[in-house]
């Protein structure tokens, strides 16, 4: 069996880190600094987040794109801020990836 595919795929996966900022925080780090004071480390939404979705809400998992997340995380909504201006497209992606592994 040949390495070859071994390797491309460990080469395209090197250039996809290294074009999102290569020692770039993983998306739980970023969630747990920016958004689990309001939406909590396990995703149920805390007081001062009143009105938001559970993230961990089954629902809501089924019903809800990363994209989408990722839009609301870079555009804001309701009292929540926008970020595209203090995270980078690439950070804002890897945090809506992982809110989408909140589901139970």
């Known amino acids: 069996m040949s ?3 071994i390797i491309l795929m460990a080469l395209a996966a090197a250039a996809t880190a290294a074009a999102a900022g290569g020692d770039a925080p993983s998306g739980k780090a970023l969630y747990d600094q920016k958004c689990a004071i309001c939406h909590g480390k396990d995703g149920v939404a805390k007081p001062q987040a009143k009105g938001s979705r559970n993230f961990n809400d ?4 089924s019903a809800t794109s990363a994209e989408a997340i990722a ?6 909504k309701g009292k929540m801020p926008a970020y595209r201006s203090t995270l980078k497209p690439a950070e804002i992606d890897v945090i809506a990836a992982h809110i989408k592994t909140l589901a139970p």
Request: net charge positive; hydrophobic share 30%; aromatic share 8%.
């Open 3 to 5: 390495k070859l595919p």
């Open 58 to 61: 089954p629902a809501y998992q």
């Open 71 to 76: 839009k609301v995380t870079a555009e804001g």
